[in-house]
């Protein structure tokens, strides 16, 4: 994940901090000198680490930090509130013009992810807003664009306007008229890039927002390339003025340097990021949420809309109502794994949970091959078999091994798990509850069983 090294060096710095009950000017001096490194080796642009330490440290070296009680985490106050200033403070939303449509022109190098990730960022539009987005083929240049842009709008089920090999300029005003036409108030248009910038690609550009106007021109960068996305960032910004930044693979082995410098560079703001292949791996970028994650201060919000995201709140209610009568049978506890494995991996899970080691579960993720199984097994059970495991004998879990080609012990363990979490449910219920609830009360929750 992006950040990991930066994350893990910066508190390693704060981790020798607190191990001082007072901090000198030359404690915080020393301290600034590592975390400027730990920045450049994350490939943050020089300019950009340059100032940032030059702010962290006269704000840090204040008689009111040096004299604090806990100065070190005066300093990691500090520090956060100064990542969260580079980064932009809050999240950004797109620009929605008064004009309908309203157009985003998708910018970029190819390969940074214009296709996959503006039609992501369709359907997102479509999803939180209850917009109707068109998608428009204005790439005639790399080969399989538009068939690309059209197999990922049928995956969204997003229509697509396309004209073939024509001049791109009159692809864009066309899907503007008819997006006009059939009642798609949002377009997209995924323009063409270049494996470097050249004038031929920026005079297109230029010819394109001149015709169309649009009201977003987001620059998507892949944020694997480091410094040569914020070269390219400033490029584009200098030439059509962009007023937003997508940065796509931040769930990559990533230094993250992108994310950190493109605002200080261009002045504008991080808007969306991609964080994986699927096409709704997409999140809006909030700084001080990222700012907390490289601090290793956990980010609970996303993982809140995570889980919100991935379980039907409806189907939720009626879980919790099962668990409290112990009525959880073994299609809800399928239904439950489900929803886990569309959390994300272990490790970008415990990344968002404070004071969990993420880097522990590195690469840990839910099994694919057991989830696999498990679904097996109880798809090959009867209905009444899923509701009472119970009457499974030994003849019945011969039949339903053989239904789904594994063996009667892959049976029996699912079995055993599934009455392990029956036990635990029971510890939840009734006057073990009631003492739950109270103990939840006493800590200022909200709590009902």
């Known amino acids: 994940m992006a950040f990991e090294n930066l994350s893990e060096k910066l508190n390693g710095v704060f981790k020798r901090l607190r191990g001082k009950g007072r901090l000198s000017e030359q404690d915080v001096k020393d301290a600034m000198r590592e975390a400027r490194l730990a920045l450049l080796e994350a490939d943050v642009s020089y300019k950009v680490v340059k100032d940032f330490i030059r702010d962290v440290s006269e704000r840090c070296t204040g008689v009111e930090v040096l004299e604090a009680l806990s100065p070190a985490q005066m300093v990691i106050k500090i520090v956060n509130e100064a990542l969260c200033e ?12 008064s004009k309908n449509p309203s157009i985003v022109m998708l910018v970029g190098l190819q390969g940074a992810g214009k296709t996959t990730n503006g039609a992501k ?3 997102y539009m479509r999803k939180t807003q209850n917009k109707r987005p068109l998608l428009a083929a204005c790439d005639i240049y790399r080969p399989a664009a538009i068939e690309q842009l059209e197999t990922v709008g049928r995956q969204l089920n997003i229509p697509v306007f396309q004209m073939g090999k024509t001049d791109p300029v009159e692809i864009a005003k066309a899907a503007v008229q008819h997006a006009q036409r059939y009642g798609n108030d949002l377009v997209f248009l995924d323009t063409a890039g270049r494996l470097h910038i050249d004038e031929a690609l920026m005079d297109e550009l230029k010819n394109i927002k001149a015709a169309v106007e649009p009201s977003e021109i987001l620059l998507v960068l892949d944020a694997m390339t480091g410094q040569d996305a914020v070269n390219a960032a ?5 030439a059509l003025g962009i007023t937003g930044v997508m940065l796509t693979k931040l769930d990559g082995d990533a230094r993250g340097g992108a994310a950190l410098s493109v605002r200080a560079v261009t002045g504008k703001p991080v808007k969306f990021c991609g964080i994986g292949e699927k096409l709704d791996a997409i999140e809006v970028f909030h700084p001080d949420r990222m700012a907390s994650r490289i601090l290793g201060m956990g980010d609970v919000l996303t993982l809140i809309e995570k889980a919100e995201a991935a379980v039907d709140q409806k189907k939720a209610a009626e879980m919790a ?3 409290k009568k112990n009525r959880f049978t073994l299609a809800d506890y399928l239904e ?7 959390m994300g991996s272990l490790e970008d899970i415990a990344a968002m949970i404070p004071g969990m080691d993420a880097k522990a579960l590195s690469g840990a993720s839910v099994d694919e091959k057991a989830m696999a199984h498990t679904e097996a097994i109880i798809l090959s059970m009867t209905p009444a078999e899923r509701e009472n495991p119970a009457i499974l ?3 019945r879990k011969k039949r339903i091994a053989a239904g789904c080609g594994l063996q009667v012990v892959d049976v ?4 055993k798990q599934f009455e392990a979490m029956q036990q635990l449910t029971k510890q939840l219920t009734g006057k073990n509850a009631k003492k739950l ?13």
């Open 121 to 123: 960022l369709a359907a």
């Open 336 to 342: 439950q794994l489900r929803s886990f494995k569309n």
């Open 234 to 238: 400033k490029a584009f910004d200098d």
């Open 86 to 97: 580079l980064m932009g403070t809050s999240a950004q939303k797109l620009i929605i013009g």
């Open 437 to 449: 609830q109270r103990m939840m009360k006493s800590m200022g929750g909200n709590f009902r069983f």
């Open 393 to 395: 004998n030994a003849s």
């Open 412 to 415: 029996n363990r699912l079995v």
């Open 321 to 323: 109502e099962k668990l």
